[in-house]
């Protein structure tokens, strides 16, 4: 069974990426910086595009908020541009790390995060919630309500109302703005030192220490203001995180509980600072607010949902180094979850008779949990049984015909079975419902295929590939379609419109790429 999502991004992407363009910096982080110094001056440069071209992990705190009646920061950052960028930014973020892309784990996380949302003020748009596979302890939020979260952070969490107390910290960054406040706050800061920033970042892909260097320089007599403003910006998310924790049923105890584990970790392991902690600075002070805040709110000691505990699971099966690591780790965990996980690992192992004995017996327990009928289902096709597969998916698609990982996987192995016909039909009703991803995209190109519609195949990895931040692979593709033998006039004039969007993204990267190329000499 596959554990990953099997139509998820392969090695081809990045060795085709690496081969095209430049290795300092991807494109489109450099488009992102010459919209934020028209935009959001030096203090949004250095939140959203710092850790995406100098630190190791790339991935740290971004916020944002709305300016209140009369705040001039409505001048610097419309609803608009922010949605512009936060799409810009998922597009390097796609490139730059790698996300999980099983729609199982994706699912779980975006229905805990909008269950959140929907007891927060402020919120005006959808948000969109994504895990990074990475093992450290980090979470942060983007323009347009791009909340990301490492696989890390998770595991690290000792219940759900944990893992929901950072989600909804997060939250409050977006619904506060603290990107536009401290835009804003930075106004009267100088040029020449949003020009050292922006060198450092330029110059990181090369070397990080040199670009650390350069920052430290910039922002020498300015650190302890950006400190405070920081400590605001985190009093506040903590103040009203706690609300939308507390609204949405948690255990308000939850978050000083990950404050405290993160304090821990920070004494025993000095060297190594978890990632959280450099962008969400923890101090006593905090934890003892935090702490006080919740003994304000009713505790709920209602335990963690089935789907957290098994989600948990499945992510460390897929972190796990080898199968035999994961199998040794929950061969003696006798709960649901450990047993499931034990099944995981014994399937991707390739033991399946054991993992089929091990599943089974979870759902005569438990027939109602969609994971088991999932993990099942994905084993009987991994093992060749396409109609066990068939059947399973299509009993619970019809206790749950919006579910992403049972939509998806049906639609693959329809495919598998060569009914790519209803495949088709099975995935267009679906995308008519659900939001468009990379990882549909690429089902959507492969099943197009497989009917016959090479056009619409053509189209739909384009879309694939520039969501994905491979703009030129996307206009290659566009190409494809035109040339292909009886194309509509529909779909060529179609067509030719979403070139040219295109081909500007493209004219702008590659200025881009030819501004760096005379900084680098200059130095």
């Known amino acids: 069974m596959r554990v990953l999502y099997q139509c998820g991004k392969n090695k081809y992407n990045r060795n085709f990426q690496r081969a095209l363009l430049p290795q300092q910096i991807p494109y489109s982080d450099i488009i992102l910086i010459f919209i934020m110094l028209r935009y959001l001056h030096f203090f949004f440069l250095l939140g959203l ?125 977006v619904t506060q703005r603290h990107l536009a406040r401290a835009s804003e706050a930075a106004s009267n800061m100088n040029l020449p030192m949003a020009a050292a920033i922006l060198a450092a970042m330029i110059l990181g892909g090369q070397d990080p220490e040199l670009a650390q260097a350069a920052i430290t320089a910039a922002m020498a007599g300015s650190t302890q203001r950006m400190i405070n403003f920081t400590r605001l910006n985190e009093q506040e998310a903590d103040r009203v995180g706690m609300q939308i924790l507390t609204q949405a049923g948690f255990d308000p105890n939850g978050m000083p509980a990950f404050f405290k584990k993160l304090m821990a970790a920070n004494r025993i392991y000095k060297n190594v600072l978890p990632d959280f902690l450099k962008t969400h600075p923890v101090t006593l002070s905090r934890i003892s607010d935090s702490t006080n805040r919740a003994a304000r709110y009713e505790s709920r000691h209602q335990g963690d949902s089935t789907r957290y505990q098994l989600i948990r699971s499945k992510i460390r099966v897929m972190l796990g180094k080898n199968p035999d690591q994961a199998i040794q ?131 739909a990895m384009a879309e694939y590939y520039f969501l994905e931040g491979l703009t030129l692979e996307a206009i290659r593709q566009l190409r494809k379609a035109l040339e292909t033998t009886a194309i509509s006039r529909y779909d060529s004039a179609s067509i030719d419109a979403r070139m040219k969007q295109f081909e500007e993204h493209a004219a702008l990267e590659a200025a881009s790429q030819e501004q760096h190329k005379q900084d680098t000499k200059r130095k």
């Not at 949605?83 to 796609?94: C, D, K, P, V």
């Not at 598998?416 to 089902?443: C, F, W």
Request: aromatic share 8%.
């Open 49 to 173: 595009l710092l850790p995406l071209v100098i630190m190791p992990q790339r991935s740290h705190a971004l916020y944002d908020q709305l300016p209140e009646m009369g705040d001039s920061t409505g001048n610097i950052l419309s609803p608009e541009e922010e949605l512009r960028i936060g799409a810009e930014f998922m597009r390097s973020i796609r490139h730059t790390l790698n996300l999980v892309d099983d729609p199982e784990i994706n699912e779980y996380l975006q229905d805990l995060g909008t269950r959140l949302v929907s007891h927060s003020d402020g919120a005006t748009r959808p948000f969109t919630f994504f895990i990074i596979q990475d093992s450290r302890i980090n979470a942060f939020a983007a323009p347009g309500g791009y909340i990301g979260i490492n696989s890390g952070l998770i595991l690290n969490t000792a219940n759900e109302s944990e893992l929901a107390a950072v989600l909804a910290h997060e939250i409050a960054h």
């Open 329 to 459: 780790y929950f061969a003696n965990k006798n709960s649901d979850a450990g047993k499931y996980g034990y099944a995981l690992a014994l399937s991707r192992k390739g033991e399946n008779r054991e993992a089929r004995q091990q599943l089974l017996g979870l759902i005569k327990k438990q027939p109602g949990v969609i994971a088991y009928q999932y993990a099942l289902a994905q084993l009987e096709a991994d093992t060749g049984n396409l109609k066990k597969a068939l059947a399973i998916y299509e009993h619970n698609l019809q206790l749950y015909p919006l579910s992403s990982p049972l939509t998806m996987q049906y639609v693959f192995t329809l495919l598998q079975s060569g009914d790519a016909a209803k495949a088709r039909k099975v995935l267009h009703r679906y995308m008519n419902a659900k939001p468009e991803t990379p990882a549909i995209y690429r089902l959507l190109a492969q099943t197009e295929k497989k009917a016959g519609f090479p056009v619409a195949s053509f189209r």
